[in-house]
């Protein structure tokens, strides 16, 4: 960084352009607006200057790639050696009819495969039971035993091709199935790859797909982390999610702070379990959104990765890869309107892109008909081309972090960095994660910047382009994905035929075994293991531990 | 002194994307209107028993997974069924254009999609609900 002398000749010079060029040409020639700011009411200045990061160390601050801090990325060679995982969020109705999607995206160019599950899947409930009636299949994929796995993967190159399952509930029960159904294929546990969300703190706080109390599914989340790196070695046993933290109407500062005190959390769980930092931390990973704002998104990326290094550090780890903030981005579901669809393409393009120059490791691109119904064919493959023109012809990829150094983005990644501290602190004066989800507290600021942020829509203070400023009177004209309305019929009578020939009597033996171990402080994950490859459905090992755990009921608050 | 108009903001089903419910309530609840928030995961059964025990004249239904066809309708069906077909039943979410006349016959008087400005909702049910 340039010396003080330097610095105070910017400085300098700086004020003399103020006041002699800009106030006077804003005195006749107002600015558009009377304070700029960004998404998370930061105020942005006209002009950023070598001043602003003045006290910036280029050593220690900013680094080199695959070096601490790791602000500049977490590989040495980043997208000159290979490019990000193209990941496409994928499932609805049936298993057979996901499968063919996957097959789809896969023959276009995509590189991994990231599952959505429907919400009886999501709350560990089968097709058939009562609370799932009328969802089968509406918001992703129905996944009600092994069997359905064996469906949803056939002829898919399980020992090549990553997979990604947002899951958290039921996560152990639907890795465990995974696994069993790689194993029965003849391929190891040690060498399939992939990721479970098991993320469970930001279901209390923003997604909202939790089962049980916050203690036995800390548990669980722990039992995952030491089955992982004992014997699923290539496995993420975690995706800790700001994404949905943020599509609930956070700011991005909320977004960073509350997503990497959940990431701490696991930490402090897994160590007072007595695993080693060093053995469960290099298998963490992340997941962020990618919203509007382009240059607050490309900071967020850059302050996560420092921020989760050095706070690895200061809790004893090690090893190098305990410290990466490896992370998968989601293109902004909530900023994608209803009204003129095909824009959305326009803005998933400068998301995604903020997205890869902030070092992701894999992409979801969203789709343009998706504030309308789950993706049509031609609508995901648009999406996904998006990703592949940003790869291979925008050139952003020929040179790592192109956007470091850049006075702004270095001044926002501090910035941004400094706002997380004060809600890491304001967390720890309310008693933790966990009791600060008790009190609602990450629930009432949430819904607080969400209001706010439709407020400034209603009152036009923020345009949203055919939303309220260009708007058009016409009939919305893009052909929406249908399903196939028998899928719920035949799935209730593969479960019922399922019941009927398995072995049974094994069946409720393991159950029973996984019951004792869940009562006591059992490992559970080789009894849930041994659950779903007798065929016990997600349901029949879910309500197992719903008997012992019980179940979680949130405040209602808004 | 006006009586206030009450409406019961409800998440049937599964689905947890309560954003829109959340905002829904906060601008009507601005809006003059006395808000309850049923929370999520609710029945039908719930739901209509809430609305009863708060004696509310409109009940707000959010979802957005694609299960209002079966979810929606159920509440219509026994708000009938209990002989309380006057209480003005509102929908928002995820609905596609073409599922709107079927809810509408249901009895869903306005689906509100995404991008639908909060002052709609509050001058829609301000004109359906004379207090």
Redesign the interface.
């Known amino acids: 960084m340039p010396g003080d002398k330097e610095i105070n000749q910017v400085k300098e010079k700086k004020e003399n352009w103020e006041k002699n060029c800009y106030k006077k040409l804003v005195r006749t020639n107002p600015e558009r607006k009377k304070k700029f700011v960004n998404l998370s009411n930061v105020e942005i200045k006209n002009l950023y200057t070598p001043d602003d990061i003045a006290d910036t160390d280029y050593i220690d601050d900013i680094g080199f790639p695959g070096e601490y801090p790791f602000l500049r990325g977490v590989h040495h060679t980043m997208y000159r050696g290979r490019l990000w995982t193209m990941r496409q969020f994928s499932g609805f109705g049936s298993a057979e009819e996901t499968n063919k999607r996957y097959k789809y995206l896969l023959d276009h160019g995509e590189t991994g495969l990231s599952v959505a599950f429907d919400y009886p899947t999501l709350y560990g409930y089968d097709t058939d039971q009562p609370m799932a009636r009328g969802e089968f299949g509406k918001c992703g994929v129905a996944v009600s035993s092994l069997k359905d796995m064996e469906i949803l993967f056939s002829n898919i190159p399980v020992d090549k091709v990553t997979t990604s399952m947002t899951i958290n509930g039921p996560a152990a029960v639907i890795w465990a199935m995974y696994i069993a159904n790689a194993e029965n294929r003849g391929v190891s546990r040690r060498v399939i790859g992939g990721t479970i969300q098991n993320d469970i703190l930001k279901e209390y706080i923003a997604q909202k797909s939790f089962i049980f109390p916050p203690e036995p599914s800390m548990r669980l989340i722990v039992d995952t982390f030491e089955y992982g790196y004992k014997s699923v070695p290539k496995w993420n046993t975690i995706s800790i999610s700001g994404y949905h933290i943020r599509e609930a109407g956070s700011t991005a500062v909320q977004e960073l702070a509350f997503t990497l005190g959940d990431g701490l959390e696991y930490v402090r769980w897994a160590k007072k379990r007595g695993l080693k930092i060093d053995d469960f931390a290099p298998r963490l990973s992340f997941f962020f959104n990618a919203h509007n704002d382009f240059f607050e998104e490309i900071a967020k990326y850059r302050a996560a990765r420092r921020i989760w290094a050095r706070e690895l550090k200061r809790f004893g780890a090690k090893n190098p890869r305990s410290l990466l903030m490896r992370f998968h981005t989601q293109t902004a579901g909530c900023s994608l309107t209803a009204q003129q669809p095909e824009i959305n393409i326009a803005r998933v393009t400068m998301q995604g892109l903020a997205a890869v120059l902030g070092g992701t490791q894999s992409l979801h691109t969203n789709s343009m008909d998706e504030a309308l119904a789950l993706p049509s064919e031609k609508a995901v493959r648009i999406a996904l081309r998006t990703q592949q023109i940003i790869a291979e012809e925008s050139g952003v990829t020929d040179t790592i972090d192109p956007l470091g150094g850049s006075y702004y983005i270095e001044w926002l990644t501090d910035k941004m960095e400094e706002e997380t501290y004060k809600y890491f602190d304001k967390v720890d004066k309310l008693g933790g994660v966990i009791p600060a989800i008790e009190k609602g507290f990450f629930q009432r600021e949430i819904a607080e910047a969400a209001y706010r942020y439709q407020k400034e829509i209603d009152t036009n203070e923020r345009a949203i382009v055919g939303v309220n400023k260009y708007k058009m009177d016409e009939p919305v004209e893009i052909p929406l994905l249908k399903m196939d309305e028998k899928g719920e019929e035949r799935q209730i009578k593969r479960l019922k035929k399922l019941r009927k020939e398995r072995d049974n009597a094994k069946t409720q033996r393991n159950l029973s075994r996984l019951k004792n171990a869940a009562e006591g402080n059992e490992y559970m994950m080789p009894c849930i293991l041994d659950c779903v490859r007798s065929y016990a459905t997600l349901g029949e090992t879910c309500d197992v531990l719903r008997e012992v755990f019980g179940e979680y009921k949130e405040p209602a608050i808004y | 002194m006006e009586k206030k108009i009450r409406v019961l ?1 409800a998440k049937p ?7 829109g ?3 829904v ?3 009507l609840r601005d809006a003059g209107m006395e ?1 309850i ?5 609710q ?1 039908a059964e719930m739901i209509v028993e809430t609305a009863v025990q708060e004696d509310v004249d409109v009940i707000g239904l959010s979802l957005l ?3 209002h ?3 929606f309708k ?1 509440v219509t069906k026994l708000l009938k069924e209990k002989g309380m077909g006057d209480v003005l039943v509102v929908g928002g979410g ?1 609905i ?2 073409e599922d709107v006349p079927a809810l509408k016959k249901a009895g869903v008087a306005g689906c509100f ?3 639908t ?3 709609d909702i509050v001058d829609f049910i301000k004109k359906k609900v004379k207090k």
């Open positions: 903001i089903g599964l689905d947890g994307h309560d954003r419910a959340k905002i309530a906060r601008a808000v928030y049923t929370g999520l995961h029945t997974s694609g299960a066809m079966t979810l159920n995820i596609p254009e999609g995404p991008g400005p909060c002052e």
